[in-house]
């Protein structure tokens, strides 16, 4: 039986080991690797990696209605780009999310659209008894927590083009976890919105210190968080320190990993001297255990 030209021509490139109808490049080195995981469990932080040995001429990364632009950094002679990107158990659903990226490259684009699943987690209710006024406040004070209300939800959606963290993250205190992330809070037998972000134990004047490199953003006291602080780490991922007894720096200061930033204290609506710690994630309010326990390449699985 003879062959066609063309038929053999066919059967030689289908026969290329590791050679693909998704493959669009003849060499292995001008690829481009995407890295992110399938799924996530809701609340969780998670990463998007790109590698090129070609240098990026404009990169883009589309979740949950937010684009931006990760930077990149050189490392083995590759060009490396890595986005951390968050699940908050207040604003997102479980199921199927899309994940889009797009990356140009001498001239050329390639997109990928990839679907991130967020898988569902039972969270543990907490009672909480507080004071009436913390729980319902007076009509005078409801003007105030707007505004304040105004200035964090623009601080968290800050964005700076230079990425300054680095994995794992630092601790801000040596206190044991008083309350993890999700729980089901009820407020004087009120239920609440979930917590977003950790507590951890830490007597009056306990210092606490940053995640991470970054500079501060907003020191201010506030009617529910009392003296806070916000950090900007770079690329969307602030993180916020509340119930502060006193800031050891001022809007406008860089800040290092492991620096002292301020004390603890229960200014605000506390039960007791403690800190919360939560992390904003391109807006979103993530769980920040994950990020004091795992590397990069397990925040990528």
């Given at each position: 039986?003879?062959?066609?030209?063309?038929?053999a021509v066919?059967?030689?490139?289908?026969?290329?080991?590791?050679?693909?109808?998704?493959?669009?490049?003849?060499?292995?080195?001008?690829?481009?690797?995407?890295?992110?995981?399938?799924?996530?469990?809701?609340?969780?932080?998670?990463?998007?990696?790109?590698?090129?040995?070609?240098?990026?001429?404009?990169?883009?990364?589309?979740?949950?209605?937010?684009?931006?632009?990760?930077?990149?950094?050189?490392?083995?002679?590759?060009?490396?780009?890595?986005?951390?990107?968050?699940?908050?158990?207040?604003?997102?659903?479980?199921?199927?999310?899309?994940?889009?990226?797009?990356?140009?490259?001498?001239?050329?684009?390639?997109?990928?659209?990839?679907?991130?699943?967020?898988?569902?987690?039972?969270?543990?209710?907490?009672?909480?008894?507080?004071?009436?006024?913390?729980?319902?406040?007076?009509?005078?004070?409801?003007?105030?927590?707007?505004?304040?209300?105004?200035?964090?939800?623009?601080?968290?959606?800050?964005?700076?083009?230079?990425?300054?963290w680095q994995?794992?993250?630092?601790?801000?205190?040596?206190?044991?976890?008083?309350?993890?992330?999700?729980?089901?809070?009820?407020?004087?037998?009120?239920?609440?919105?979930?917590?977003?972000?950790?507590?951890?134990?830490?007597?009056?004047?306990?210092?606490?210190?940053?995640?991470?490199d970054g500079?501060?953003?907003?020191?201010?006291?506030?009617?529910?968080?009392?003296?806070?602080?916000?950090?900007?780490?770079?690329?969307?991922?602030?993180?916020?320190?509340?119930?502060?007894?006193?800031?050891?720096?001022?809007?406008?200061?860089?800040?290092?990993?492991?620096?002292?930033?301020?004390?603890?204290?229960?200014?605000?609506?506390?039960?007791?001297?403690?800190?919360?710690?939560?992390?904003?994630?391109?807006?979103?309010?993530?769980?920040?255990?994950?990020?004091?326990?795992?590397?990069?390449?397990?925040?990528?699985?």
């Amino acid at each position: 039986m003879s062959i066609r030209p063309w038929a053999a021509v066919l059967i030689v490139f289908l026969m290329i080991p590791g050679l693909s109808q998704a493959d669009t490049s003849t060499d292995d080195r001008e690829a481009i690797v995407l890295a992110h995981p399938k799924q996530v469990d809701m609340g969780q932080p998670f990463l998007v990696r790109l590698t090129s040995v070609q240098a990026f001429d404009r990169l883009s990364v589309n979740w949950m209605e937010q684009e931006f632009t990760p930077s990149v950094s050189q490392w083995n002679d590759r060009h490396v780009a890595i986005a951390m990107l968050g699940t908050d158990v207040l604003t997102l659903k479980p199921g199927r999310h899309t994940l889009l990226v797009r990356a140009w490259t001498g001239g050329k684009e390639t997109v990928w659209k990839r679907s991130v699943i967020i898988v569902a987690r039972a969270f543990p209710r907490q009672d909480l008894n507080l004071p009436s006024k913390m729980v319902t406040p007076p009509v005078a004070e409801l003007e105030r927590i707007k505004r304040e209300r105004t200035r964090t939800r623009k601080a968290k959606k800050t964005w700076s083009a230079q990425r300054l963290w680095q994995l794992p993250f630092h601790k801000p205190v040596k206190g044991k976890t008083t309350s993890v992330y999700g729980l089901q809070r009820v407020l004087n037998g009120k239920p609440k919105n979930p917590h977003r972000g950790m507590d951890f134990r830490a007597p009056t004047g306990t210092g606490v210190e940053a995640v991470a490199d970054g500079r501060v953003i907003l020191a201010e006291a506030h009617y529910y968080a009392g003296s806070s602080l916000y950090i900007d780490h770079g690329n969307g991922v602030i993180s916020l320190y509340f119930h502060l007894s006193k800031f050891d720096v001022v809007q406008g200061d860089l800040v290092k990993k492991g620096q002292m930033i301020g004390r603890s204290g229960s200014t605000g609506r506390a039960t007791g001297p403690h800190l919360h710690l939560s992390i904003s994630v391109q807006g979103q309010l993530v769980d920040p255990a994950p990020l004091f326990e795992k590397t990069t390449d397990q925040l990528l699985r």
